[in-house]
């Protein structure tokens, strides 16, 4: 476990789609990205369609495709909560 890393959950409706630990995350907020690093402020923002990008502890950013949403983050935690999501290519 890096001391720089937090965790990154995300749900739909019907699945956790992830959950897994991450050091840095960008999410389509709705006026603009947002960057997401350990020991960020809390907050919560809608999400708008697009591109959720998380870089894992071994140093591999990850993409997946969101159509909108919520995002929370509290105590070195996101949490996305939306209605469809899938691995981007």
Request: net charge neutral; glycine share 8%.
């Amino acid at each position: 476990m890096s001391e720089s890393s937090f965790i990154l959950k995300v749900v739909t409706p019907n699945e956790v789609f992830f959950e897994g630990r991450t050091v840095s995350v960008v999410a389509p907020g709705a006026f603009g990205y947002l960057g997401i690093l350990k020991d960020h402020a809390p907050f919560i923002s809608t999400l708008s369609k697009g591109n959720l990008t998380y870089k894992d502890e071994a140093g591999q950013f990850r993409t997946m495709r969101v159509e909108g949403g919520f995002l929370e983050v509290q105590k070195n935690r996101v949490l996305v909560l939306t209605d469809k999501v899938e691995s981007a290519a």
